[in-house]
């Protein structure tokens, strides 16, 4: 298995430079968001060659994409403001944000 952890890590300080130094303000989708973090996610295969993903980061696994996203997201990125378009509070996480807007669809 070929690992190219230079490369990877010197994409990761790019994408980051870039969110600290505009301090992004997110919405639900953001390009620079996307490949920030799907940089900090690799690909394996299990021992029965399924599909594993890798949070580079610090190692956690999951089957699930999603999760290891959700994970990056939550654990590795800082600064990230998400802002509901609603009320103007901020989140850290687009799934925080989500939840949060839930309880503007009751009014
Ligand atoms: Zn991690
Ligand atoms: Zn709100």
Not at 62 to 76: D, F, L, W
Not at 86 to 91: A, G, I, L, P, T
Request: net charge positive; aromatic share 8%; hydrophobic share 35%.
């Amino acid at each position: 298995m070929i690992r190219v952890f230079s490369l990877k890590s010197w994409r990761i300080l790019v994408s980051l430079i870039l969110v600290l130094t505009k301090r992004l303000f997110v919405t639900d989708f953001s390009p620079e968001l996307e490949s920030l973090i799907q940089s900090y996610v690799g690909k394996t295969v299990d021992d029965g060659n399924l599909p594993v993903w890798e949070c580079l980061q610090c190692g956690k696994t999951s089957n699930r994409q999603y999760n290891i996203r959700g994970h990056v997201e939550a654990k590795h990125i800082e600064g990230l403001k998400l802002s509901c378009s609603v009320c103007q509070k901020c989140f850290k996480t687009r799934d925080s944000l989500r939840h949060h807007t839930r309880i503007h669809k009751d009014i």
